[in-house]
């Protein structure tokens, strides 16, 4: 397809020319070559709509490089009228969705909304949030969908104050936000509530502009404060607290008044069942705090209180499996078709290093030689190669952020950055011949890139589209008390199995393979990887050979570990030990790859997994878990 001619600046960020004709010249561009050679288009987000118009929350699972994000845009520019919401995850997606948009039905209908809007625009939000509700298309990132007052963003006020037709989110977003306070802000906001009314909570009415003063009650009739805290400036305070802002404002009335429903929701639900039962004329104000048993709650997409919401992401049906609040649309249209090669860097995995306590700098040196050596070798086979890796060597505790499933880096020596230093030292000379010049920043200069597991850039981006081969340096993996977590918040029932699944599908379909005529893809993974895993993940993405046969690297017939992995798939969510228990069963028993059941004589299950004592009790965990995986193991 034939690229568009941006201007950027100096940092290759996009120049936007609102004027006449360059709007005129972008609109002609995205007519008669993106939309002419786009796999999706508007018709089909109608079909979901028609055949699914039941109102509620929706996952539409289109694959990388299908069009969503096209498909969307001729959608909202048919039907703007509607009111709509579009989401995505980062800034430059929103302004250059936002450029495409007017383009077509011009600036006086659609606003954008993100951190870096110029500062007039900031303020006059502020002071008057429904200068957002005055248009009929918002453009906002992820973050701010999750951050803000529903009412804010799901209300148009054209003509009368309605709700906006429909949120269309572009790639998963991190769907909930959590809200931790102290005991000092609770006594704060619990001084200040004299009543609350919960049968008055739902949906969100417009707040009435009365001076700023008695505006401190969020909602007339809804939330009542107390006299005394209104002369001590305590129910100002209150609303700071419960916005998460250190100032006074509209907008954040809006969002205390959002994030005290939830709040009121969250403490009404440690009171007993009979006080519960009699619960609508209940106040806060007797409640103690010891009786609250954590002090955090959940700003979440499952339970906004808005109309229709679709997700267009192509792994939902993974991350939000048998979710109870989300309907999974998943047409074979637009799944996915993978071509290439895949294979196994045997006796390499950054693991040994990687989690090893106290890792030393001479260690972390040698490392980085190796796995150097090792990426210069597949670059001499690739034309552009990227690197997937973990940021940093060890994951200490608290790591990862439960409101993404990501990582936050505490460890001062980096893996990626340290791998990338010693490129720009070795790398010139050792693909080129030629001595890297200064300090020369390595970017695909020498057709290498890299991104970490979770960094963002494993989702939605195109930057590493001229990537010819992948290779995935280091097992990946989070918490199992993140997926838990998430699966609280979202009803659903996603795996530890799933998330990797999901994460190494959409950081391959950042690679060649996206584009509008995809071409074969080399996929590498060093030997920390599960079989299992590699194995499932071949199947998501339907991979195949360049003639198109099954694409596979291992043989059912010898491999163990991969028999039992395909047929029990949640085999790998085991603990590594549990694993080797059962491969160990499975070595003596070949029929468990076919069959769900196992009746096993106490002497011959401790002769092959020995335990301290010969009694049964002692393998009731192996046996609980092993069921939970479908496999029945009975010990005669």
């Given at each position: ?11 290759g ?8 004709a ?5 609109k002609?561009?995205l007519?008669?070559v ?15 709509i ?7 929350k ?33 800034i430059?997606?929103?302004n250059?969705?936002y ?5 077509f ?15 007039s625009t ?15 298309v ?5 973050e ?15 003509s ?15 769907f ?23 049968d008055?909570l ?6 009435p ?5 008695k505006?401190?009650k ?6 009542v ?5 209104v ?9 700071k607290?419960?916005s ?26 440690f ?22 048993a ?26 939000l499996?048998?979710?109870?609040v ?10 996915y ?7 196994i ?14 890792v ?18 597949l ?22 952020i ?9 460890k001062?020596?980096?893996l990626?950055?340290n791998l990338?230093?010693?490129?720009k ?55 199992n008390?993140?997926?838990q ?64 046969d ?6 059912y ?8 992995g395909?047929k029990?798939?949640k ?16 070595q ?17 299950i ?10 049964r009790d ?5 046996i ?5 995986c479908g496999?029945?193991?009975e010990?005669?």
């Open positions: 397809m034939k690229q568009y001619s941006w201007k950027r600046n100096k940092k960020e996009i120049i936007f020319d609102y004027t006449d360059e709007l005129s010249k972008r002609n561009y007519k008669q993106v939309d002419a050679n786009s796999k999706a288009n508007w018709r089909d987000i109608q079909d979901i028609i055949y699914q118009s039941n109102p509620g929706k996952v539409v699972c289109w694959g990388a490089g299908s069009g969503k994000t096209t498909a969307i845009r001729q959608y909202i520019t048919k039907n703007y009228k509607q009111g709509f919401v579009y989401a995505a995850r980062t430059d997606e929103c250059l969705f450029y495409d948009l007017i383009a039905i011009g600036e006086s209908r659609v606003v954008k909304w993100h951190s870096q809007i110029d500062k900031r303020e006059s939000i502020d002071r008057n949030p429904s200068y957002l509700m005055s248009r009929y918002l453009v906002m990132t992820h701010k969908l999750i951050q803000e007052s529903p009412y804010v963003y799901s209300t148009l006020s054209i009368d104050s309605v709700q906006r037709e429909y949120i269309f989110v572009d790639e998963k977003p991190s909930y936000k959590s809200h931790e306070f102290d005991e000092t802000s609770v006594a704060t906001i619990m001084n200040c509530v004299s009543e609350i009314k919960p008055k739902s949906g969100y009415k417009k707040i502009a009365e001076n700023q003063q505006a401190v969020i909602l007339e009739g809804k939330l404060l107390k006299e005394a805290c002369e001590r400036n305590e129910a100002e305070t209150a609303v607290i419960l998460g802002s250190s100032e006074f404002s509209e907008i954040n009335r809006y969002r205390a008044y959002a994030n005290l429903k939830i709040f009121y929701d969250y403490v009404l639900n009171r007993d069942t009979s006080e519960r039962e009699h619960s609508a004329q209940s106040t806060l104000s007797n409640l103690k705090f010891s009786e609250i954590e002090l955090k709650f959940f700003h979440s997409l499952s339970t906004l209180d808005v109309p229709n919401i679709l997700i267009f992401d192509g792994t939902g049906d993974l991350i499996r048998n979710s109870r989300w309907q999974i649309i998943k047409p074979d249209k637009y799944s078709n993978f071509k290439g090669t895949v294979g860097l045997n006796q390499w995995s950054v693991e040994r290093t990687r989690t090893k306590d106290n030393s700098e001479e260690e972390i040196n040698t490392a980085v030689i190796e796995i150097i050596d090792r990426i210069i070798e670059k001499k086979k690739s034309d552009n190669l990227l690197v997937v890796i973990w940021k940093s060597f060890k994951p200490a505790e608290g790591e990862f439960e409101e993404d499933i990501s990582n936050q880096y505490t001062e020596l980096s990626k950055e990338i230093e010693t490129l030292k070795r790398i010139s000379k050792d693909l080129t011949g030629d001595e890297i010049v200064d300090d020369e920043i390595l970017k695909n200069d020498h057709g290498i890139m890299f991104t970490s597991y979770q960094s963002g850039k494993t989702r939605g981006t195109s930057e590493f589209s001229s990537a010819d081969s992948i290779v995935f340096f280091g097992k990946y993996f989070i918490p008390s993140a997926i977590l998430y699966n609280k918040v979202n009803f659903s029932e996603m795996t530890t199995f799933d998330n990797t699944i999901a994460e190494l599908t959409q950081t391959t379909y950042r690679t060649r393979i996206r584009s509008d005529d995809p071409k074969p893809v080399n996929i590498y993974f060093t030997d920390d990887w599960d079989l299992a895993v590699i194995d499932q993940f071949l199947k998501y993405i339907n991979a195949k050979t360049v003639d198109g099954p694409l596979e690297i291992y043989d017939t010898t491999n163990v570990e991969r028999k039992i395909a029990y798939p085999f790998i969510d085991l603990r590594s030990n549990l694993r080797a228990d059962i491969i160990s069963l499975a003596e028993y070949p029929s468990l790859a076919t069959t769900s059941k196992l009746k096993i004589p106490l002497d011959k401790s002769t092959i997994i020995p335990r301290s004592k010969r009694k002692r393998y009731q965990t192996l609980n878990r092993a069921k939970e496999l029945d193991i010990i005669i």
